[in-house]
């Protein structure tokens, strides 16, 4: 069973890593066993998604609905195989109610044993002006998702923003967030990935640049770490690592979808391709 660290903690320890010279893992676990897999692997956080339930049940990401029940749900089974990493709860800002006290939210994660946050389910990846607008006039838009960042960083709980452009950067920078995860899209590889809509690694790796350069020109002491689309294996984030100034990588697909598949497929045709003993 592992413990609950406080944010000071986790921004020392990933600086560490840095200081190091290697890259910020943050690893995606829906089940205790991709946490425990993580964790010994070297995974500096450990991100609960509730849509990490569609992956390991062999599915596209996909949102699901009461997605902080579900996420609040998974915490027992990987705080029981976690150790010594921090876990770092995917909370829905605008899940339903809407006038829902933004850090009583928060709060119930920490109390639950989270040592920190992100904003997913993000609605971020939506640029259409009137969507956006629409939202923002019925208290759903980005700018909750903003908010919940801003009230978690006034409880000094370690905060992750996921963001998609330049300007949403900025806000969440302003926000005072601690780590910004410029998202490249929906993850591309294995089975299931979003392959026919993902960019090419060169256009990702710019634009994950360009959202750096937003947020340090508001603060040049936030971690950025990359996340999605193309950027789906090692050699891609080592493509990113030259292309960029992302300190490190969040896999959801990439670490508990794409190898479980590999590895499930392989040992199998590695077991079928064993003769039987000739019988006479």
């Known amino acids: 069973?592992?413990?609950?660290?406080?944010?000071?903690?986790?921004?020392?320890r990933l600086k560490r890593t840095t200081a190091d010279g290697k890259p910020i893992i943050a690893a995606g676990s829906s089940a205790g066993i991709n946490a425990k897999c993580a964790e010994l692997?070297?995974?500096?956080?450990?991100?609960?998604?509730?849509?990490?339930?569609?992956?390991?049940?062999g599915f596209q990401t996909t949102l699901v609905e009461n997605s902080n029940a579900v996420t609040l749900e998974m915490f027992e089974e990987i705080d029981a195989v976690v150790k010594?990493?921090?876990?770092?709860?995917?909370?829905?800002?605008?899940?339903?109610?809407?006038?829902?006290?933004?850090?009583?939210?928060?709060?119930?994660?920490?109390?639950t044993g989270f040592s920190g946050?992100?904003?997913?389910?993000?609605?971020g990846f939506f640029n259409d002006e009137s969507w956006r607008s629409s939202r923002e006039a019925e208290g759903t838009g980005f700018s909750r998702e903003v908010?919940?960042?801003?009230?978690?960083?006034?409880?000094?709980?370690?905060?992750?923003?996921?963001?998609?452009?330049?300007?949403?950067?900025?806000a969440m920078a302003e926000a005072g967030v601690d780590c910004m995860v410029p998202h490249a899209g929906g993850t591309s590889g294995g089975l299931v990935g979003?392959?026919?809509?993902?960019?090419?690694?060169?256009?990702?790796?710019?634009?994950?640049?360009?959202i750096i350069e937003v947020t340090r020109s508001v603060d040049p002491d936030i971690i950025c770490i990359a996340h999605g689309g193309p950027i789906e294996g090692p050699e891609a984030t080592r493509y990113l690592y030259e292309h960029s100034d992302a300190a490190g990588f969040v896999g959801a697909s990439?670490?508990?979808?794409?190898?479980?598949?590999?590895a499930v497929m392989g040992i199998v045709e590695e077991f079928k391709s064993i003769p039987l003993k000739r019988r006479g």
Do not use: C, H, W
């Open 1 to 12: 069973m592992g413990r609950r660290f406080t944010r000071q903690e986790i921004l020392a």
């Open 41 to 57: 692997g070297g995974a500096d956080l450990i991100m609960v998604y509730s849509s990490g339930r569609a992956r390991i049940r």
């Open 84 to 111: 010594d990493t921090p876990i770092i709860a995917g909370i829905e800002a605008i899940e339903p109610p809407r006038d829902r006290d933004l850090s009583d939210l928060v709060k119930r994660f920490i109390d």
């Open 117 to 123: 946050i992100i904003n997913f389910p993000t609605y």
């Open 147 to 170: 908010d919940m960042i801003r009230a978690a960083r006034t409880m000094d709980v370690f905060t992750m923003a996921y963001v998609f452009f330049p300007e949403d950067a900025r």
């Open 194 to 210: 979003f392959d026919s809509i993902a960019v090419p690694l060169e256009e990702a790796a710019a634009g994950v640049q360009e």
């Open 254 to 262: 990439s670490i508990e979808r794409i190898p479980v598949e590999r």
